[in-house]
């Protein structure tokens, strides 16, 4: 502000208040926005990445380990579902292991790419020039070199639109519909079952995913429920993941089901933290040791990490009696009850 502009405000007190409250407004909000990303750094006040899902028993055949970590690493880095970058780099050099050009030196067969995640370096600037990353901290940033590779190609995803939209950053990295459909599929393939750890709760799905998945059969009432937002994150996410691998009909949710148990205790579904799946791929829940139902209890039972149900309950004990968290009553034949306690 200048000398003149300085005066004219001295000269006119009854505009000085309201200006001064604009600037400390205007200050505590700056201030506010610091400390918010400090805290934000220190205690994790940043979006969820949207993996949660550990590798299934495909992606640890077929990944190599090494390989394995760096999409892992640069996936919670960048925010960016590991599957998706591991499905890249299989269909791209099948995680390095292709002897194609441009796959270890050079360009590939177009000219334009290279290195285990075909990033282009065509251009000016390239797509490589401009997202690369010093993975491996070693000073140099090379496409041929994973640990570098990886989280560039992570890098660019979350710049092109993911994890809101893995569809257009998928078209953004290869032009072609059949690049992406094949790229999803592949990391559906890789996403196992969920496997959140102390740092990273649970909470990486979001209703929207459940409630729009039509693999997730819902009662008018139970998508009501979700949409109250009282219903546990624990549940949301496994709801997400199981709809990612199997057709299932819902039966009970929170206010669809009794209050209390046959026991009298307050029951988890009247808290939001349980469900019960009477319907697994096309088949009814009949208590059986053999089918769908009987392999997502399975699936279930396998589980580890805050997302393992301390309640998963069935015709049968499903993890053996040394575990009590999965436990067999004759009143579960029809239905599999998956909950959490508070």
């Known amino acids: 502000m200048s000398d003149s502009a300085l005066a004219a405000d001295s000269a006119a ?11 400390v407004g205007l200050l505590v909000a700056l201030l506010l926005l610091i400390v918010m990303g400090i805290f934000g750094a220190i205690f994790g006040l ?17 990944i190599p ?49 290279a290195g285990p995640m075909q990033i282009e370096l065509k251009g000016s600037p390239s797509t490589w020039h401009q997202y690369a990353v010093d993975g ?25 639109g993911a994890p809101e939209d893995y569809r257009a950053a998928l078209y953004a990295y290869n032009h072609a519909d059949w690049y992406v459909a094949e790229v999803l599929a592949k990391a559906e393939q890789y996403r196992g079952a969920p496997s959140a750890s102390a740092g ?64 009298g205790a307050v029951s988890n579904h009247a ?25 997502l209890v399975r699936e279930l039972a396998a589980v580890q990490g805050p997302l393992r149900a301390t309640e998963l309950i069935y015709c049968w004990d499903p993890d053996g009696p040394d575990d009590p968290r999965g436990f067999a009553r004759a009143d579960h034949c029809d239905h599999i009850h998956v909950g959490w306690d508070g």
């Open 136 to 160: 491996d901290g070693d000073g140099r940033r090379s496409p041929y070199d994973p640990a570098d590779a990886i989280p560039t190609a992570a890098r660019y995803l979350r710049d092109a």
């Open 200 to 263: 990273q709760p649970a909470g990486s799905a979001s209703v929207r995913d459940v409630l729009h998945n039509p693999r997730v059969a819902l009662t008018p009432i139970q998508q009501a429920d979700l949409r109250s937002g009282t219903i546990d994150p624990r549940l949301i996410d496994t709801l997400a993941w199981i709809g990612r691998h199997h057709s299932v009909v819902i039966t009970a949710l929170k206010s669809d089901h009794a209050e209390y148990t046959v026991d």
């Open 13 to 23: 007190p009854r505009r000085l208040a309201p200006a001064m409250l604009a600037a």
């Open 65 to 113: 380990p090494a390989y394995l970590r760096l999409y892992e690493a640069a996936g919670r880095e960048y925010g960016i579902d590991p599957w998706v970058l591991a499905a890249i780099g299989w269909v791209e050099t099948e995680h390095g292991r292709s002897h194609a050009a441009g796959v270890h030196d050079g360009v590939n067969g177009f000219g334009c790419c």
């Open 46 to 62: 940043r979006p969820l990445f949207s993996g949660g899902y550990g590798p299934s028993g495909l992606a640890r055949a077929e």
């Open 271 to 295: 808290a939001g933290r349980a469900m019960d799946i009477g319907e697994v791929d096309g088949e009814v829940c009949r208590g059986t040791r053999t089918g769908k139902c009987a392999d």
